[in-house]
Nanobody
Framework: QVQLVESGGGLVQPGESLRLSCATS????????IAWFRQAPGKEREWVAG???????NYADSVKGRFTISRDNADNTVFLQMNSLKPEDTAVYYC?????????WGQGTQVTVSS
């Protein structure tokens, strides 16, 4: 049984940083790819970052060089470090885990970047 709970969102000013966390259960890093998605009001859900089963990270062009995805295997937590935040980063951010023929999602955490 996979459970995902995101946290760490909030209101920040442009140029500031946030670190999002995704507490997981029932996830095995070596066989379950992990990712972060986001969805802004009125827009399609957008892939942001992913981490493969062998630990390789990939990023959307819009966040490359600013965001870092990582995983703490000891406590089964996924992170998204977000630096140099821009207003266009404003969205609900979701943690995603892929299993055998199914994807799992958390409830999302709101990130608002505004001055």
């Amino acid at each position: 049984q996979v459970q995902l709970v995101e946290s760490g969102g909030g209101l920040v000013q442009p140029g500031e940083s946030l670190r999002l966390s995704c507490a997981t259960s029932g996830v095995i890093f070596s066989i379950n790819p992990i990712a972060w998605f986001r969805q802004a009001p009125g827009k399609e859900r957008e892939w942001v970052a992913g981490l493969t089963t062998v630990g390789n990270a990939n990023y959307a062009d819009s966040v490359k060089g600013r965001f870092t995805i990582s995983r703490d295997n000891a406590d089964n937590t996924v992170f998204l470090q977000m630096n140099s935040l821009k207003p266009e980063d404003t969205a609900v951010y979701y943690c995603n885990v892929r299993g055998a023929g199914v994807s799992y999602w958390g409830q999302g955490t709101q990130v608002t970047v505004s001055s």
